[in-house]
């Protein structure tokens, strides 16, 4: 099945496929930076209620259950 127009693939440990979209991965890099939601927002030009979905959406596909472990798989997927 080829990905939704946008859609990026990353693979963690070489072994998981986890489909990303852009927006998810900008916020990923954010939360990997330090930021707080309302300043992830800020920079994307998007709600921080969107941020949060985003947020939601991604610990979901990650499997982890916190802001911390999005941060770490961020590191693990070499996003920078």
């Known amino acids: 099945m080829s990905n ?3 859609a990026v693939d990353a693979t963690a440990h ?3 496929q986890i489909r990303l979209t852009p927006t998810q991965l ?3 890099r ?3 930076m330090g930021q707080l939601n309302k300043q992830i927002a800020f920079d994307l030009g998007i709600a921080e209620k969107t941020v949060k979905a985003h947020m939601t959406a991604l610990m979901r596909k990650l499997n982890v ?5 999005v941060a770490v798989a961020a590191q693990s997927l070499l996003l920078s």
């Open 65 to 69: 259950h916190n802001r911390t472990q």
């Open 14 to 16: 070489g072994d998981t």
């Open 4 to 6: 939704p127009i946008g």
């Open 30 to 32: 954010g939360v990997r």
């Open 26 to 28: 900008k916020v990923m």
